[in-house]
């Protein structure tokens, strides 16, 4: 078997998702349904152990956000500086869900009661001082958490570290010049959601069949989007969108937002953590029956309501030509999410994913104009690029 | 001390922004420079995170009344953690025609401790230092 790769230098590569197992060989790319009724390891063997055999574990490449990933709790002193930066960086850095609070109001703020993965706390600049007080480590000992890192102002860290059990120091964040500096968080990061795979029965196993690290979808796909056009004619600036089973990112060109934001890499990253059409598809339809315009989409598409309930083929495509519309409102000025993206001078959308191998071109296109005219009151049409073969992903992972 | 400057909303003035910086490192400021179209919100978050003394805010196509008007919610926001910094913002600050009589008073009512309505840099640098050496005495 192994006489096979070396002729044709060939790499597995596996991406595990939500809802399907994908599987790239240079015979083209499979995708597989996933049984939630049995373990991950044990269910991707079972669909494709005879291929997985064929190659040697340093052959095999995996990435996974099937973990469900780690949930973040970011604790800062604004806004528009630590918050940001540190939501910025766990987006980056393959996250979906994350929750922040604000240090001044730390001592009014609900204490969330679920198990919290990693707790970040950051603020100032490095000579800056009496940032926290015993209001910060009062909270904190209202929750559970696993891990916590402080990536803020270096005087700072001895008061901090004195007072907070087992707390991580990491070089701070934010520069002298406030700017954002994200590598040693997202290393940290990255690192974590190694070791909550191999913390994940389910998951872990996956270490059976490779010998390389598995690192989340997201990171991947992130890493790829700057080799993009090797594989696609795609204008700057961009989004990518990739609307999965159980979350949904855009990645976006950095040209797309005036934030007082610096970074290397030249795209960004956001999660909409309850939008899919297929493990959210609740919270998705909740969604679009809260929007003002979805009544109007719904009969532009000439459904009713009813579709909502149905499970057909038709309904899938549906929900996926909502999840665009929605995505789009969030990102934009109608409905502010995390950021804001200049729509206007947007060149090129690319759809990745699930989505690319269920909805047509003139679909996508239909709903994009649509929410053009509607929320923005333009004739904008940006390009739609599909990646139907998982490129990016593929791309992605040889890159790494 | 430390300062923190910028040109406030849908204002692109560079150069203005860039003499302001070093301007006021000649005088011995520690200067952030949040730049150009920065928003209101952004410059108080910059004064938290670098624990600057003073907030300097220029504007000079006279649009800061509009993104400037807000400054007292956002001061209330953070409380006691901006009692001790000073608010200045200067420029051409209204669109149209209107005298440092009326615009001074109204800019002091949104919050600002000093306002400086067509003032040369250097002669509103100077009433800044001396502000400052009368409030620490």
Redesign the interface.
Known sequence: MSQVNENTNDKLLIDVGSTYFKMSTSKGVEQHFRDFNKDIFDDLTYKCGDTINAYEKEDVYICSSANGGLSTLIIG??????LKYATNIAFNSGINIIDTVLN?DIDTTSRPSELIDVVIVV???D??SKIFDEKLFNFLNDINYSNIVYVGSKKEAPYLSENIENLVVLPNI?TN??HVEEENLKEYLTNLYQADIMGKEDIKHLYDITSNQIFSTPYIVNKTLPYIGSKFTVANPYILIDIGGATTDIHYSKDLV?E?MVTENEYDRLVFKKLGVYKSKESLIFAAKNNEFVYELLAHLKVTEHIFDETSEKATTILMQLAIFLVLCKVSTYRKAYINLKLHALNSIVFTGGISKVLKPEEIEDIVSFFYQKILSSQHNPNIVMDSNYDIWTLGVKEK | MKVVTGVVGNDIHVVANRLIELSLQARGFEVFNLGVNTYLEEFVDAVIETDADILLISSLNGEAEGWARELKILKSKYGSLLDDVVFMIGGNLVVGTGTAEDIVPRFKNYGFDLVFHQVDLNTGLDALEDFMKERNK
């Open positions: 002193i604004s806004n528009s500086f630590s001044k603020g100032g600049i000579s800056v934010i010049k406030l005036d007082n």
